[in-house]
T-cell receptor
Framework: GAVVSQHPSWVICKSGTSVKIECRSLDFQATTMFWYRQFPKQSLMLMATSNEGSKATYEQGVEKDKFLINHASLTLSTLTVTSAHPEDSSFYIC??????????????FGPGTRLTVT | QKEVEQNSGPLSVPEGAIASLNCTYSDRGSQSFFWYRQYSGKSPELIMSIYSNGDKEDGRFTAQLNKASQYVSLLIRDSQPSDSATYLCAARGDDKIIFGKGTRLHILP
């Protein structure tokens, strides 16, 4: 149980274009989803937290107009990187949790999406 | 600022020995603690959760929690080369999990 999928697993795009990454919880309903970014040999960096049907909460320093997050249902969240630039190239990982108490607080990660902007 | 601190390593352990990974956390109110394993180029995988003081065992893994000392540890018995990875310690914050930066573990064949 507690499987989270991401699509695509890797994507190459040209500078200035937009890329959408999907995150799905396959066997549970995710009340909250998280988006992280990780550069090579660095630690996870939380970008934003989204609750189903609500606007995402962005971490300090993350541009909300550049990284658009939509959490339209209890099993799907999307991250759109708008007007991508080479410095946006990174490993983007989503995470989901089912609730806020006990073991429902456990976060499960998707496999990640490797974005390369040329 | 709520923080989770870990030694970045690398921690080198001979195959078959016990690997001991430690972390401390700053928020005395945290009630839930987690250990994740992350292989290079992959996303983190939850391997242990612990919610009360003491030990929790799952196969070769034992998580230990001491809330008075604000200390969490993970023991890996009979270490295998496949255990070589970065281990992330995490603690529940207000509305999200706070992750440490991870300890790199290298099991020597």
């Amino acid at each position: 149980g507690a499987v989270v999928s991401q699509h695509p697993s890797w994507v190459i795009c040209k500078s200035g274009t937009s890329v959408k990454i999907e995150c799905r919880s396959l066997d549970f309903q995710a009340t909250t989803m998280f988006w992280y970014r990780q550069f090579p040999k660095q630690s996870l960096m939380l970008m934003a937290t989204s609750n189903e049907g609500s606007k995402a909460t962005y971490e300090q320093g993350v541009e909300k107009d550049k990284f658009l997050i939509n959490h339209a249902s209890l099993t799907l969240s999307t991250l759109t990187v708008t007007s991508a630039h080479p410095e946006d190239s990174s490993f983007y990982i989503c995470s989901a949790r089912a609730g806020t108490s006990g073991r429902w607080y456990e976060q499960y990660f998707g496999p990640g999406t490797r974005l390369t902007v040329t | 600022q709520k923080e989770v601190e870990q030694n970045s390593g690398p921690l080198s352990v001979p195959e078959g020995a016990i690997a001991s990974l430690n972390c401390t956390y700053s928020d005395r109110g945290s009630q839930s603690f987690f250990w994740y394993r992350q292989y290079s180029g992959k996303s983190p995988e939850l391997i242990m959760s612990i919610y009360s003081n003491g030990d929790k065992e799952d196969g070769r893994f034992t998580a230990q929690l001491n809330k008075a000392s604000q200390y969490v540890s993970l023991l890996i018995r009979d270490s295998q080369p496949s255990d070589s990875a970065t281990y992330l310690c995490a603690a529940r914050g207000d509305d999200k999990i706070i992750f440490g930066k991870g300890t790199r573990l290298h099991i020597l064949p």
